[in-house]
């Protein structure tokens, strides 16, 4: 099995390594703040085990010359996506910098067999491409809500057949290393954290849109996951007593608003009333639509569309009112949003966010669109692994 930092000073030295990139020995000292002795022979551990190495000198701050220092070559880990109609999965440096990647259409319906099977060859690929004998570790993100502990979607699992499979477990055992599971919108946030704009906010929140909706929540630098590990699990959020019905079985829920399946709802009626003659040809043409569909509907200037998306960018809005108030982040950021989508639906959250929260919460609070997009994702994956793995036993 792959080796771990042995004490907490080794594990913040990798993660500094990890988050900052390569520094000089000087350099940790300062930000570990440990004496010259008790780096250089945590430095010591570090590289006789295999998890740092140097990387030629630094530049010379007078004195002594120092060398820099950085996460060994050999630390590699997988970051799996799978979704609703894709799988990703990618290998990264210690630094979490995407090495390889392969994308590839999937369906969650075949079941959870089939798929993490698949992913797992993915991986598996990839690691004889770059010759890799091992990985450091996997981290695994799913639609819908995770049992986090026992590595499991949990109820109500974004598609029947996935609820409580041992994802983890299964990963784990086929890779040979350290895995860990959770929710696609808590994977994005660590993505965010490590790569984009929530890199420089201790407190944020992760708005994922799409077919499963969910909130990661950043919370003084660290994701809060809950007593169950189901915070942010926005998806089924009441907000209209008289709404469209949800895949839920509940009406007014916030993802039949705007979620991918509430808009192409929306779509579909338009269709089938003919107030949209060219949803309706669509739908005759291809025999369903889609949420690409959506998006063409609305930049066409489709008007019972652009007013559909406008009305779950209000909702969704509405949600977010609420959660700013409550949790007072520093900034809102929201991704997974169709494409072409985005701009609408963000201009209509923070003409409601701006307009119905206290200036004291949002007055310097920017609310942004993801520029990671779903690289957050993969990046996330391996953020979330590499935070156990360079953590002490
Ligand atoms: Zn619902």
């Known amino acids: 099995m792959p080796v771990r930092p042995e004490n907490r000073h080794q594990a913040r030295l990798l993660r500094l390594l990890r988050d900052d990139g390569s520094r000089s020995r000087v350099e940790l000292g300062d930000a570990v703040g440990l004496s010259r002795s008790r780096l250089a022979a945590e430095v010591e ?53 995407v090495l390889a990647e ?22 598996g690929k990839l690691r004889a491409e770059l010759g890799l004998a091992q990985l450091a570790g996997a981290g695994v993100g799913l639609p819908g809500p995770v049992a986090v502990g026992g590595g499991a979607p949990a109820a109500p699992a974004a598609v029947p057949g996935w609820q409580g499979f041992p994802v983890r477990d299964t990963v784990g055992a086929e890779l040979g290393c350290p895995t860990l599971v959770d929710n696609d919108a808590n994977v994005r946030a660590l993505g965010e954290q490590h790569a984009g704009i929530g890199r420089t906010f201790d407190d944020f929140l992760y708005v994922k849109l799409g077919t499963a909706i969910g909130c990661g929540l950043v919370l003084g630098g660290d ?15 009441r907000l209209g007593d008289d709404g469209p019905t949800c895949g839920c079985g509940e009406v007014g829920c916030l993802e039949a608003y705007c979620g991918d399946s509430g808009l192409v709802r929306v779509a579909l009626a338009a269709a089938r009333s003919g107030r949209s003659p060219a949803l309706a040809e669509r739908l005759a043409a291809a025999g369903a639509l889609t949420v690409a569909d959506v998006a063409a509907a609305a930049a066409a200037g489709d008007p019972v569309i652009q007013a559909a998306v406008r009305d779950g960018g209000r909702r969704l809005g509405q949600a977010l009112v609420g959660l700013v108030s409550f949790v007072n982040p520093g900034i809102v950021i929201i991704g997974g949003a169709p494409d072409g989508l985005g701009h609408t639906l963000l201009a209509e959250v923070r003409a409601v966010v701006y307009r119905r929260s206290a200036p004291q919460a949002t007055g310097t609070m920017p609310i942004v669109l993801s520029d990671l997009g779903d690289r957050a994702a993969v990046v996330g994956a391996a953020r979330l692994i590499s935070d156990r793995v360079f953590a002490p036993d």
């Open 223 to 237: 994701l809060h996951r809950g007593a169950t590990s189901s915070a942010g699990d926005i998806a089924h959020l």
């Open 45 to 97: 551990r570090l590289v006789e085990l295999g998890l740092v190495e140097t990387a030629g000198p630094a530049a010379s701050r007078g004195g002594r010359r120092s060398s820099l220092l950085r996460v060994a070559s050999t630390v590699r880990f997988a970051g799996i996506v799978i979704g609703t109609e894709q799988i990703c999965v990618s290998v990264t440096d210690g630094e979490l910098g």
């Open 102 to 123: 392969i994308r590839e259409p999937s369906d969650l319906r075949l079941g959870p067999e089939p798929v993490v099977g698949r992913a797992v060859e993915l991986v």
